[in-house]
């Protein structure tokens, strides 16, 4: 048996040796470059037990915008009044919330104008009676001026009289008491409508021809006095020569 073994690694000697008797190389592949350690192992994020879902904030969604409007709902405040400052009479002008609509806005159009004259506030209301006498010939004029007439102004217009509008334009027990409760007191503010139909506004404009008409008649007068004048010196500065040249000759 001894024998057996010792032919055997006789055998495997003799194949490994070369005919030489050296030793044959082997080729062997080159050492590994050390790797680098591998990243940890990330958790599974689709394991239940990692996350806790349920220790997550919730994210606070916006309300949703309606886009609906109730235009019935929808109030308008009443104008504010600093009541540090209390208003004084016939100093500031508010207007009402709750007025009619011939008060709110003038209505031009189709040959008629409809406008509101207001008054300042004040503490009494003949106080308001007194300003709207006073103030009411020239919000009329001031009212023509914008809507009406196109070649003067009227205050050329020498028709036009407070008398006048107050019996053809004044809409008579036509007029509005806007009461103001401040912390200083009550205060009052009149309004009265002015409608001028399309009657009086043609009547208006004819009363524009005719200024127009007469400031160029006197436009033309005053030029023919001028010439006339002019005229007359020139004649008479004549005679004046005429005379010298007379009394020269007869010296």
């Known amino acids: 048996m001894k024998c ?5 690694l006789f055998t495997i000697i ?43 904030p919730e994210r606070n969604e916006p309300p949703a915008l309606s886009t609906k409007v109730e235009v019935e709902n929808i109030q308008i405040d009443p104008p504010k009044v600093d009541s ?12 009402p919330v709750d007025a ?11 040959g008629e104008l409809r406008f509101a004259i207001p008054t300042a506030t004040a503490e009494d209301l003949e106080k308001c009676y007194e300003e709207f006498d006073s103030q009411l010939l020239p919000e009329v004029q001031r009212a023509l001026d914008m809507h009406v007439l196109r070649y003067t102004s009227a205050s050329q217009l020498k028709p036009l009289t407070k008398k006048y509008i107050e019996d053809h334009w004044l809409v008579q027990n036509c007029e509005y008491d806007q009461v103001i409760e401040l912390p200083s007191g009550t205060y009052h503010q009149l309004w009265k409508q002015i409608y001028i139909s399309k009657d009086q506004i043609e009547l208006v404009r004819s009363w524009e021809e005719r200024a127009i008409l007469g ?8 030029l ?22 007379s009394r020269k000759l007869k010296a």
């Open 4 to 8: 057996i073994i010792s032919c055997f």
């Open 215 to 222: 400031e160029r008649i006197v436009k033309v007068g005053a």
């Open 224 to 245: 023919g006095g001028v010439s006339i004048g002019g005229m007359l010196l020139l004649s008479g500065l004549v005679g004046v020569l005429a005379r010298r040249e």
């Open 100 to 110: 009619p609509d011939w008060v709110r806005a003038p209505q031009v159009g189709e």
């Open 14 to 56: 003799i194949t490994v040796q070369n005919p030489e008797g050296d030793v044959a190389v082997v080729d062997q592949p080159p050492p590994a470059a050390p790797s680098a350690p591998a990243p940890p192992e990330l958790e599974d994020p689709s394991n239940a037990e990692s996350l806790d879902i349920q220790a997550l």
């Open 84 to 95: 540090s400052s209390p208003v004084q009479p016939m100093d500031k002008l508010i207007l």
